[in-house]
């Protein structure tokens, strides 16, 4: 399909079915309008998550709605424009976000119009990719060990995939909390776990976790299934396993109640104070993204079949515009 854009146009990824990586397409489509309390950002990059690639393999969001649509929730851009009743930024304010979800925001486009407070200031210093690999991921830590588990100092944290989109910014706000962090990755990525922050890195594939670490106030969960129980094994009476993966039959709540321990799923949020506490944890030098590898907009499905070996260090990104 022609996706050649004019000032009322943009181009855009979608799908219209569900399937591998190249059902996804680019084309022209109608650019947004922002409404009342939203704004109109011109993206530079959107980040590339799980979520995104389990969405076009089911062909349905995880609110429901069926295809066609254009998928990603993560953005990095500049204000082009603003909506009524909206003070907290103006045009041209360079801002980051992870709007809408776990409804279709449409980010992997050249412009996403959304509510206003489910943008922030982009942290200074960073690049536009760096900014775009953020939100998702590092929202879904802060809320899972901030707002849900309530990390303090002292507390011993384990935090499962630890070199990962949501496990290698986790490990650092876990530190920043002043917790120990106990992180599983293979081995070679343990000398990066120990850059992070990491006090006690587990090689999964050699170590059995379930079996070596003991009285951990929190666990954070990315993998599901037999992490689930085994998790709860390490964790003292009191403490709290939050995954992030949706809980099915095997979701051990009744051992988690015998055990005293709290077990909970959490879905992340649109967050403007949460982006905010970031991006000053970024500004402070105790949070950094790590990017694995960028890839032009029209290369969504390359994107998607890079993230789905689950072999990624950090994050995956689409450079949207200069």
């Known amino acids: 399909m022609d ?5 009322s146009t943009m181009r855009a990824v979608t799908q219209d079915v569900a399937g591998p990586p190249e059902v996804l397409r680019l084309v022209a489509t109608p650019r947004p309008v922002p409404g009342r309390g939203e704004i109109l950002v011109r993206v530079r990059a959107a980040g590339v998550n799980p979520a995104d690639w389990k ?3 089911r062909g349905v969001f995880p609110d429901g709605t069926p295809a066609p649509f254009t998928l990603g929730f993560d953005v990095a851009g500049v204000v082009a424009e603003v909506g009524d009743g909206v003070t907290l930024f103006r045009v041209g304010d360079a801002v980051f976000g992870m709007p809408r979800f776990p409804h279709v925001a449409g980010a992997y486009a050249e412009y996403v119009a959304a509510p206003a407070r489910h943008f922030a200031p982009s942290p200074r210093g ?3 990719v760096e900014a775009g690999a953020l939100p998702l991921a590092a929202l879904t830590a802060w809320q899972a060990l901030v707002d849900t588990a309530d990390v303090r100092p002292g507390n011993r944290v384990l935090i499962h995939a630890a070199a990962g989109g949501v496990g290698h910014l986790a490990v650092q706000i876990a530190k920043a909390r002043g917790a120990y962090v106990i992180g599983t990755a293979g081995a070679t990525k343990h000398d990066l776990l120990r850059d992070l922050g990491v006090d006690e890195p587990i ?4 170590q059995d976790f379930a079996e070596t670490v003991r009285d951990v106030d929190v666990v954070l969960d990315s993998l599901g299934g037999a992490h689930w129980s085994r998790s709860l094994r390490t964790i003292r009476p009191g403490g709290t396993l939050v995954t992030i993966i949706p809980p099915d039959a095997d979701f051990p709540t009744a051992e988690a109640e015998a055990r005293g321990v709290r077990a909970d799923f959490m879905l992340v949020e649109p967050d403007h104070a949460g982006l905010r506490e ?3 944890l970024v500004e402070s030098g105790r949070l950094r993204v790590l990017v694995d590898e960028v890839f032009p907009l029209a290369e969504a499905g390359r994107a ?3 993230g789905e070996t689950g072999r990624t260090t950090g994050k995956l990104v689409l450079s949207v515009a200069p």
Not at 3 to 7: F, I, K, L, Y
Request: hydrophobic share 25%.
């Open 3 to 7: 996706h050649t854009t004019t000032a």
């Open 55 to 57: 969405t076009r393999q």
């Open 126 to 128: 960073l690049t536009p």
């Open 203 to 206: 090689d999964y594939r050699t």
């Open 278 to 280: 970031i991006a000053s």
């Open 304 to 306: 998607h079949a890079r």
